[in-house]
């Protein structure tokens, strides 16, 4: 270990991938997770699987508290930004970069470290993780070659970014903090609620009823407008039109096995950063309300 230490929170898929990758690329690294999940990886690593950037086993470090003093990318998702932040409560790290979707989880990570510098910034990919909390090593699996992260301008020469940058992964700047997480969720949110409403691909979903469409990107993109991304319902209908048509959301994942995943912390950022700008949503309340329903049925039924 080395007083250049990255601490990565979380790691599942995209932890999990990050982790192996700063590794790789010669970084100390330590993941922190649970007390099984953080045995798992300290007895077995990870194992890594790309279609683009190879193959390999990563005999990663693990703990169950933050190291004092670390540089740290948290990549929970949205239910698990409290227990993060409560992890890096008092362990003065050096610096912080978030890769969570939706908006409000950078609040909460600075309202617990009112020090250290808090980035906000997304990654691209489909990425999945296996075998978590079995016998020997969990497998992320990345697939394609999309792999992207975006960070705010002012953060282009965090030390964070730059060991990123020594990945195969591909960083870019993207304007404002605001910018960067609503030029993800502007698109991030439709795809996740349609795929999640009709329980298919993005191809199907945006056909199987033109109105709701076409309402639901209208009002995602007036808010994403209003937040200072200037966004169209067109727009947003020509990013998803050209994604492959059975794309599926991690979302929609969650709710086919029952669980409300990051549904509030994607439709519900959008909905309250829209009625603070006075944009009604009903098209969204309606969609936001029927996948919670579907929701509550699978929690009766079990």
Sequence with gaps: ????????????????????????????????????????????????????????????AAA???????????????????????????????????LLNGLDHVDVLRAALPGPRVVGATIAGETLRTGAGGFGPALVRHRGTLLRT????????????????????????GGSEAEVLWKKLRFLAPLALLTSTWATGIGDALTRDPALTSGLLAEIAAAATAEGVPTTGEDLHGILGGFPAPMRSSLQADIETGREGELDAIGG????????????????DDVIGRIGARVAEAESAS
Aim: no cysteine; hydrophobic share 50%.
């Design 269 to 284: 950022a959008v909905r309250r950063r829209a009625a603070a700008h006075g944009i009604a949503t009903p098209v969204l």
């Design 150 to 173: 975006v960070v705010p301008d002012d953060a282009a020469e965090l030390g964070l970014v730059t060991a990123l940058r020594d990945t195969p992964i591909e960083v870019l700047t």
């Design 64 to 98: 169950t508290e933050v190291p004092h003093g670390a540089r740290v990318i948290v990549a929970v998702k949205a239910e698990g930004v409290s227990d993060a932040a409560r992890l890096l409560a008092g362990t003065a790290p050096t610096e912080v970069l978030s």
């Design 1 to 60: 270990m080395t007083d250049n230490l990255i601490a990565i929170i979380g790691p599942g898929a995209i932890g999990g991938l990050v982790a192996g990758m700063l590794q790789r690329a010669g970084h100390d690294v330590v993941v922190v997770a649970r007390e099984k999940t953080a045995r798992q990886v300290t007895e077995h690593g990870l194992d890594i699987e790309t279609d683009e950037f190879g193959t390999w086993h990563a005999p990663l």
